[in-house]
């Protein structure tokens, strides 16, 4: 008789757009791992009760998304031996390892990042750097540049507490590195840049209009935007245009998956499973129609 399959998943709210899934699975299948990686689509008020059931459940591990990324740490003490490093110093969590009936927490984003951004551009060493958006995504991001010893780091939010939270956070954690916030687009002086990073939402929707304007561009500029769906935003026609590098956010949703799935099978994934599960992401976009490219990202 065929053995039940290890079960793994996404949870969040709404998750219906995630590409997660098809990722994991790809990877499980060449990995020759009995295993499948659902969606839990788990509403705000029942949240406490899922995690509690994981054990019962026979869930082995998860990937956590909007709305839950700090959420879940409501149900643990952030000093706990069982959250990571990562999670202690960003205070959120993305994936949740279920190993001798112990719940563990993790956060792949940052990891996850820093192999994207290595990938499509090299090291962030002693590279200046402008993020627009302080979001969740964003203080990753931040972590991750200055851990990587970035010369500096500008950020612009139209909410300034929280890009001066960020600062605050990066601050605390890397004494004297150079982060400041600024009160708008001009300020972050992106002609002086080497990186842009968008981190908001802006250029999900078909009607976003672009935050940069082309004159802000130059050649020694490589642009990261954090949307892989539509897979060219504005910001991303704009860079193609003036011929300058840019990415979108496909390879950071992958490297995070690459990296949960790391702990997830406890050993390191190979390269060319990474590739499998890089076409595995790259097949679900194209099968998007294209009526339904815009805001429809859900990992
Ligand atoms: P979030 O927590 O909502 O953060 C977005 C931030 O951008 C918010 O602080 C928001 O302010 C700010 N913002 C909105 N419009 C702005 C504008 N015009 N100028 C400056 N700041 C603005 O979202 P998130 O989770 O960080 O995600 C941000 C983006 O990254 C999303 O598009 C998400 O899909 C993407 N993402 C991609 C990956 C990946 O794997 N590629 C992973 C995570 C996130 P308000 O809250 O005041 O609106």
Do not use: W
Request: charged fraction near 30%; include cysteine.
């Amino acid at each position: 008789m065929a053995k039940t399959p290890l079960i793994f998943g996404l949870i969040g709210f709404p998750i219906k757009h995630s590409f997660s899934p098809a990722m994991h699975n790809a990877a499980f299948k060449k990995l020759g791992i009995n295993a499948e990686y659902k969606r839990f689509e788990v509403k705000p008020e029942e949240l406490e009760d899922f995690l509690h059931s994981l054990r019962e459940k026979g869930i082995c591990g998860l990937n956590v998304t909007i709305p839950y990324k700090e959420k879940v740490l409501e149900f643990v003490e952030l000093e706990s031996k069982n959250n990571s490093f990562y999670v202690k110093q960003i205070k959120a969590v993305n994936t949740i390892i279920i190993r001798d009936g112990i719940l563990k927490y993790f956060n792949t984003d940052i990891p996850g990042f820093g192999r994207a951004l290595v990938e499509k551009n090299g090291s962030a060493k002693d590279k200046r750097i402008a993020i627009l958006g302080a979001g969740g995504a964003s203080r990753a991001v931040a972590f991750v540049l200055a851990e990587h010893k970035a010369k500096e780091i500008a950020i612009y939010d139209i909410d300034k507490t929280k890009s001066l939270n960020i600062v605050e956070l990066i601050r605390d954690r890397f004494p004297d590195f150079p982060i400041h916030s600024v009160d708008n687009i001009e300020d972050l002086k992106i002609k002086e840049k080497n990186l842009l990073i968008n981190a908001t939402p802006i250029g999900m929707k078909p009607d976003d209009r672009c935050l940069i304007t082309e004159e802000m561009l130059h050649k020694n500029l490589f642009v990261y935007d954090l949307i892989y769906n539509p897979p060219e935003t504005k910001l991303l026609a704009l860079a193609n245009k003036a011929k300058i590098g840019h990415s979108n956010g496909l390879n950071m949703l992958l490297y995070q998956g690459v990296c949960s799935l790391e702990l997830f099978i406890d050993r390191k994934v190979p390269f060319e499973i990474i590739e499998v599960m890089r076409q595995a992401l790259i097949n679900e976009i194209n099968k998007v129609k294209l009526d339904d490219r815009f805001h429809k990202q859900g990992d």
